[in-house]
């Protein structure tokens, strides 16, 4: 008897026709669906006029309907696994299946489709021969910082997903971690507003509103950020932080954590500058 087969399928993050030919047939011929949201893929098997039976599997179901799902494959039956939009398993569920249905001794065959983190990168116009997928940063602000702060040397384009209600905190942590680096948001990929909004982390904070699905590309680190950091650079920016309101020391806290400089060594120098210009 041949090995089941859980195939992976890629489906569309926004223009229903690009799901592909191949697709098409597995999603007709495997035995099962699982999908994270049935009322989402119904709509998507409806538009093909596909009947195949579904079943949930989600972040909040995972160890059981993996189970229940590997027990179809035991039977010889095969499997589909696809998520709301893109692929299963990049910031969706579906390791565990992948894991049970390989120690069961079945097949894995992943089906081609589209991807909202390769499609935001080439349109980009950021370098693309190397880059890192880095999904979601953790929603509590001090452990995405971490998280900012360990790829800050990394010389590779940075890709993001992010929620509409939170793109801006993270552009203003990434511009505190990072400087001023050039940076896109791109909402709404192949569907009818797809937009590309381009600048500097601190342009792109300006921005009033953020709607739909966004991805947030990020420059990587250069040599040229390497360089031995000028205090009068230092010393303007925490002129600009003062003439905000801010005191002294708080305005020099500030430009210390941003360019990961000595808080105290900053304020010595920026004392003993005062005091020959007074």
């Known amino acids: 008897m041949n090995k089941a087969t859980l195939f992976i399928v890629a489906t569309p993050i926004g223009n229903l026709n690009e799901l592909s030919f191949r697709a098409l047939d597995v ?18 098997l409806a538009h093909y006029d596909i009947h195949t039976r579904m079943k949930a599997y989600h972040n909040f ?7 229940n799902i590997v027990s179809f494959l035991d039977q010889g039956e095969d499997v589909a696994l696809v998520s709301d939009a893109g692929y299963p398993l990049i910031s969706d569920p579906g390791y565990e299946l992948v894991q049970k249905t390989l120690m069961h ?3 894995i065959v992943p089906v081609s489709g589209a991807n909202a983190a390769l499609n935001a990168l080439v349109g980009s116009g950021l370098k693309t021969d ?11 602000k001090s452990k995405a910082k971490k998280e900012a702060e ?4 990394i010389p590779y384009t940075l890709i993001f997903y992010e929620a509409p209600h939170r793109i801006k905190r993270t552009l203003q942590l990434l511009y505190e971690v990072y400087g001023d680096r050039q940076a896109v948001v791109v909402r709404e990929i192949t569907k009818l507003h797809e937009e590309y909004l381009r600048g500097s982390l601190s342009s792109l904070m300006n921005i009033e509103e953020f709607k739909g699905e966004l991805v947030l590309l990020v420059e990587g680190f250069k040599e040229s950020e390497e360089i ?5 650079i230092l010393f303007k920016e925490i002129k600009q932080e ?6 002294t020391k708080e305005a020099i806290k500030i430009v210390a954590e ?20 007074d």
């Open 105 to 107: 001794g079945h097949q």
């Open 150 to 153: 360990a790829l800050k040397n």
């Open 242 to 247: 003062i003439k905000k309101g801010l005191r």
């Open 61 to 67: 179901n995972e160890e059981e309907a993996a189970e």
């Open 27 to 44: 999603l007709k011929k495997v035995s099962l669906i699982a999908c994270e949201d049935t009322r989402n893929t119904r709509k998507l």
């Open 130 to 140: 190397h880059f890192l997928f880095y999904g979601f940063l953790n929603s509590t």
């Open 258 to 277: 941003k360019y990961h400089c000595s808080r105290s060594q900053l304020y010595n120098d920026y004392l003993k500058e005062n005091r020959k210009e």
């Open 228 to 232: 031995v950091l000028d205090n009068n």
